[in-house]
Nanobody
Framework: QVQLVESGGGLVQPGGSLRLSCAAS????????MGWFRQAPGKEREFVAA????????YYGDSVKGRFTISRDNAKNTVALQMNSLSPEDPAVYYC?????????????WGQGTLVTVSS
């Protein structure tokens, strides 16, 4: 099990950008594929993006393709989510988690997440 702490959320105007970060504990971070998820009020948690152990491969949920980019730094045990062209459909609490490559489900207990608000 990996301890995960998300940060970087905040208020942004429609069309704006935000960069989220997730810091992971443990010495085996590079052994895991990682993902970002989000949950809006009253909705189920939704898969956003995933990145392979090396960072060489990624895949995205349909609603964020072309706008969001996931990346990782194994030396710093962090995974980031660059969010561009934010829209009123993007506000949610964003979470990171380990994923099994090719799947869209988190493997560990969820952390507190970081809140993203999109408003003018």
């Amino acid at each position: 099990q990996v301890q995960l702490v998300e940060s970087g959320g905040g208020l942004v105007q429609p069309g704006g950008s935000l960069r989220l970060s997730c810091a992971a504990s443990g010495r085996t971070f590079s052994s895991y594929s990682m993902g970002w998820f989000r949950q809006a009020p009253g909705k189920e948690r939704e898969f956003v993006a995933a990145i392979s152990r090396s960072g060489g491969s990624t895949y995205y949920g349909d609603s964020v393709k072309g706008r969001f980019t996931i990346s990782r730094d194994n030396a710093k045990n962090t995974v980031a989510l660059q969010m561009n062209s934010l829209s009123p459909e993007d506000p949610a609490v964003y979470y990171c988690n380990r994923v099994q490559w090719g799947n869209i489900y988190g493997l560990d207990p969820w952390g507190q997440g970081t809140l993203v608000t999109v408003s003018s």
